[in-house]
């Protein structure tokens, strides 16, 4: 044992020496090698994976804005549709308001030339019953021959007038 | 004095071509400055030139020597991680990944000329060439692996490390006694006690296995890092050195496997002490 040691050469001293040179290399290689290489890496990894959810939130982001996009669009059509149809809608309204108007119009003509007319007849009326009466009076003197005091004249006024229909009944003229 | 060394066979040397323990050049106070010694230096400031260059200004875009360093890196954890358990893997990996890097350093500098062959020796008269020696009885840079000192360090090191880990990781001696001795298996009833019997001379094998395992660390690295040495020695020194070529390649090889057999069976000596396989009652198995 040794003589084997000896042979190879191992001495206390020798193999201390090379155990604290190696030790001197593990303490370095960990302290600027390994630990910030491997912190390094951790961070790479970390930044690889925010990375690409970054991206991927970005593609659903697009996504979203490109639907929005479509809806936005979809609704104007509908909006603008919407208005063109009210458009027509309220010139078409406009258009029948007039009509009825002018229907309403003529009927408040007509209405008024009937009254006109009415009232014309019932003038009509009037004078032909005055003019009756005093026929009747003129007639019925010149047979009896003799001028009626004011006193027949007034008998017979009341009996012509109670014989003739008053005004608002139908009556003969209403014929003419 | 200094000599270039021309290889050559001498007839009839008994003396070998590399000298199996590293020379002793010069002392600093108790200490022996080896030719290893020196190339273990030299490995070490060019390691940390290295690392000083590649990691001074780390950025998340990585360039150039960031690069490699970060490959290095990330490669020997993944194969600490990929056989180890999470906890084990964390204490395990900078001293594994440094074993794998520190010894690929050293291996690859035996094979830049003048490693093994500028040195002292007897002169040369034939030969032109001032300070021809007829042979580097005592060469001034060495690979550090290619000294026992080196490769039994590093081993030791090994040792006490992985033993503290399987302490830690039993929880402390009775963890680690039942992970060598207690019966695997999941045995239960009367099976247990022949079974123990079996398990404690099992147990008793494995220590012997626990203690063998740095010593075949240190000496496995050794013999092929100073064998491939010797190698090259020989092949320069026959038909003006033109069998060496296939061996640098090969050598160059050795190098590098040697470096990842040392790290691979270090990570997995660890985790045959840092695991539970085979025990059913514990927590993890």
Known sequence: MENTLHQLGIEWNKLIAQIINFVIVLWVLNRFAFRPVLKILEQRREKIAESLQNAEKIKQELAAAEEARKEILRKANEQAAMIVAEAQKAAAYQGEKKILEAIEEAKRILKKAEETARLEREKAKEEIRREILNLVIDISSKVIGKTLTAEDQERLKNEVLSKIPQRGEENIFSRN | ?285
Not at chain 2, 104 to 116: A, E, H, Q
Request: neutral net charge.
């Open chain 2, 1 to 285: 004095m200094i000599f270039w060394a021309t290889e050559s066979l001498s007839e009839g040397k008994v003396e070998p071509l590399v000298q199996p323990a590293a020379e002793t050049l010069f002392w600093i106070g108790f200490l022996p400055v080896t030719s290893s010694m020196i190339q273990t230096w030299i490995v070490m400031g060019v390691i940390f030139l290295l690392i000083r260059l590649g990691t001074l200004r780390l950025s998340l875009i990585p360039s150039g020597l960031q690069n490699a360093i970060e490959a290095a890196v990330e490669g020997l954890e993944k194969l600490t991680r990929g056989l180890l358990e999470p906890k084990v893997a964390d204490w395990a990996f900078p001293l594994v990944a440094t074993y794998f890097i520190f010894i690929v350093f050293s291996n690859i500098t035996d094979l830049i000329p003048g490693v093994g062959s500028i040195g002292f020796g007897e002169k040369d008269p034939s030969r032109q060439l001032p300070f021809a020696i007829k042979h580097t009885s005592v060469p001034i840079f060495r690979p550090p692996t290619s000294d026992a000192n080196m490769t039994t360090a590093m081993a030791l090191i090994f040792f006490v490390m992985s033993t503290y880990w399987a302490f830690r990781y039993h929880h402390g001696i009775k963890g680690v006694l039942h992970h060598i001795f207690g019966v695997k298996g999941g045995f239960k009833g009367w099976i247990v006690i022949p079974l123990a019997v079996l398990f404690t001379a099992v147990g008793f094998m494995e220590i012997i296995s626990i203690l063998i395992r740095p010593v075949a660390l240190a000496m496995r690295l050794y013999g092929n890092i100073y064998g491939g040495e010797t190698v090259l020695h020989m092949m320069t020194g026959i038909l003006w050195g033109l069998p060496a070529v296939p061996f640098y390649f090969f050598e160059f090889m050795v190098a590098i496997i040697q470096a990842l057999i040392f790290t691979l069976l270090s990570i997995v000596f660890t985790g045959t002490l840092c695991s539970h396989f085979g025990e059913v009652e514990s927590k993890e198995g």
